[in-house]
């Protein structure tokens, strides 16, 4: 078990990597962000529903029981994903990503409720430097205040959505889990594309730069790495997880800078938030690994 925790800490963190670039493909999309999260959502769902069909059948079985947890798991990734990408639009990918650090924090009170175990005392610790690094960065952002509020509600729901999972992969397969959330997910985004004035229609206007950046959005970014988080959260805890995941900023804001340039500058006072963030994720991995060694 514990050699299958440390290989699970670098897997997670190629994972990081790869959902650094997503935000990345969020702002070079030139589409509304609830189409963008509608063809991730699908893309997604058919390349698991093939590999199910022909290697692994048996995991398309739904049962009564964990028909309402996979609709949660769908309702809560989809209105993420959707707040995600809409965020990036109205501000910057430095700004969004930079507020997904909150999730530490929220995950280091909620796990202990959720699972019912003890609050560790250095896991609050970091969550609360991280939001030390974060009134930093809010100090450099304060009228950007529409875009911080959906941005903390987005990682709220994925705070929510990993405790979920980490729930449900102790009785289902991961890659059950990942398929029907996803599904569910589809259905919830395509009702409200239905029930609303936007229009289907807009998808032929999509370049053909722009479907590369979606397919790889879909496959490598969603349903690759959605079914591998998941597997991950039998040998991690949540709150490592998100806690991790604060580098996903790190590798984002890095690549913009290198893509966008000038647009995603920020102040001084920006990156040494962003440093005080990365200082506690390392800080946990260390003191987890040293538990586990």
């Not at 049962?63 to 994903?81: A, C, R």
């Not at 006072?269 to 003191?287: E, P, T």
Request: hydrophobic share 55%.
């Amino acid at each position: 078990m514990r050699k299958n925790n440390f290989k699970s800490l670098i897997h997670l963190h190629f994972l990081i990597f790869l959902w650094g670039f997503t935000s990345i493909f969020g702002a070079l999309i030139d589409l509304n962000p609830i189409f963008i999260v509608w063809l991730r959502l699908a893309i997604a769902s058919i390349l698991i529903f093939i590999y199910l069909f022909f290697f692994n059948v048996s995991s398309l079985k739904l049962s009564t029981s964990s028909f309402l947890k996979f609709l949660l798991g769908g309702f809560l990734i989809s209105i993420h994903w959707y707040l995600f990408f809409y965020s990036i639009k109205i501000s910057s990918i430095s700004l969004t990503l930079s507020i997904l650090s909150t999730a530490s924090l929220m995950t280091s009170f909620l796990e202990p409720i959720f699972y019912k175990r003890p609050f560790k005392i250095y896991e609050l610790l970091f969550g609360l430097v991280a939001v030390l690094g974060l009134l930093l960065i809010f100090g450099t952002q304060s009228e950007n205040y529409l875009a911080i509020t959906l941005s903390l509600i987005c990682t709220l729901l994925s705070v929510l959505f990993s405790l979920l999972n980490g729930h449900l992969v102790q009785k289902y397969s991961s890659i059950q889990i990942s398929f029907y959330e996803l599904i569910f997910g589809l259905l919830i985004i395509s009702s409200i594309i239905i029930s609303s004035e936007y229009k289907f229609s807009k998808l032929y206007l999509i370049k053909s730069s722009e479907w590369i950046y979606i397919f790889i959005l879909g496959s490598l970014c969603t349903a690759y790495a959605f079914v591998a988080s998941t597997y991950i959260l039998k040998f991690i805890t949540p709150y490592t997880m998100m806690m991790s995941l604060n580098l996903e900023p790190v590798y984002g804001i890095f690549f913009s800078l290198i893509i966008f340039g000038e647009k995603e500058y920020m102040g001084i006072q920006f990156y040494i938030g962003s440093i005080v963030i990365l200082f506690c994720v390392f800080g946990n991995i260390l003191l987890k690994h040293k538990k586990i060694s």
